[in-house]
């Protein structure tokens, strides 16, 4: 297997509030392969954006390290450090936000391109950041080049947020629920264009979203990672995770998901929570962090010890249950009643 372009080794981060600390990512393990699409899925809150911000470089991680190309994020200094952060961009969830309303689009582009060097002159700036807008469908360019943000309708700004992000030439990028803030009817198109820049531009993603149908679609040669209050709890292959998936929150996730034919809507087996409430982050339960709502709770076992993230089976996937790692819930999960 080739080296991995980004790596988390028990990487864990944590936010005061006062004299209250926050632990939002707990000992995280995680290997971006070059060329991959890796979706990171989860509710609000269980650390999704946080990752995306150390693995750019925004955030610091509270302990763990975080390697690029197999070097220490930490340790680089001077041209190797520029290397990395011009090699891992983000795309913000917000549009709207993400850009400067008072810089034009032209400016707002071309202030990397100086930044880095990677042009010289403002023709040189202009003519970059005309063939940015091009690759992202922005056509024709002397319609946005020149324009401020709040011109610009809600998926020309994602649109122009994506070519920002390609600007320093990135090996990798960090899509951030880049499709939430656009209208459903061009959400496909921006997917559709991300995933073509990874056979053009030879750009890894790595995709951040709550939407598992979403993460289906894009990342179905990939790979999805489920993250759950702090910690990945099952990673593997996209058609494993979403077609067979082991897990008892991937599966409830799953549930959720609307059909489009209301038969099959109607007639869906929902899995029902033994609670609806999601754990404080200050007020964490003992043991697995899930087994509050779990309907396959094992009492003793599950509120005991935190699982780690194990290869389960023959399988391809890695997952973190204690019942199921120690195959104590196999006949349990089989024959439940998830009605």
Wanted: with cysteine.
């Amino acid at each position: 297997m080739e080296e991995p372009i980004l790596e988390f080794k028990k990487i864990s981060r944590s936010f005061k509030k006062g004299r209250t600390v926050i632990p939002v990512l707990q000992d995280i393990d995680l290997q971006v392969q070059p060329l991959e699409y890796l979706c990171l899925v989860g509710e609000s809150g269980c650390g999704k954006t946080t990752s995306g911000k150390i693995l750019t470089g925004l955030l610091r991680p509270s302990s763990g390290q975080l390697f690029f190309e197999g070097r220490d994020v930490s340790t680089l200094k001077g041209a190797d450090y520029t290397h990395y952060r011009r090699s891992v961009q983000i795309i913000h969830q917000d549009p709207y936000a993400s850009l400067n309303p008072t810089h034009t689009i032209y400016n707002s582009m071309s202030f990397p391109l100086f930044r880095h060097k990677l042009v010289k002159t403002r023709e040189q700036a202009r003519a970059r950041v005309a063939e940015l807008l091009e690759v992202v469908g922005l056509t024709p360019v002397r319609d946005v080049i020149d324009k401020y943000p709040h011109q610009l309708s809600g998926g020309q700004r994602q649109r122009v947020s994506i070519a920002r992000a390609l600007t320093t030439q990135p090996k990798v990028i960090v899509a951030d629920e880049s499709v939430s803030m656009v209208d459903v009817s061009i959400r496909i198109s921006i997917l559709n264009m991300l995933m073509a820049m990874r056979e053009t531009l030879g750009v890894t993603f790595v995709f951040i979203t709550h939407d598992l149908a979403l993460a289906k679609y894009f990342a179905w040669k990939g790979r999805i990672a489920v993250m759950y209050l702090g910690r990945i709890v099952e990673i593997g292959p996209t058609p494993e995770i979403t077609l067979s998936p082991e897990h008892p929150y991937t599966k409830s996730l799953l549930s959720a998901i609307p059909e489009p034919d209301p038969d099959k809507t109607r007639t869906k087996e929902q899995i029902r929570l033994r609670s609806e409430d999601i754990p404080r982050l200050t007020e964490l339960p003992a043991g697995c962090s899930f087994h509050p709502r779990c309907p396959w709770f094992v009492p003793g076992l599950c509120d005991k010890s935190v699982p780690s993230l194990e290869p389960f089976a023959a399988s391809e996937l890695r997952l973190a249950c204690t019942p199921l790692s120690q195959g104590k819930g196999l006949n349990l999960f089989e024959t439940r009643n998830l009605a």
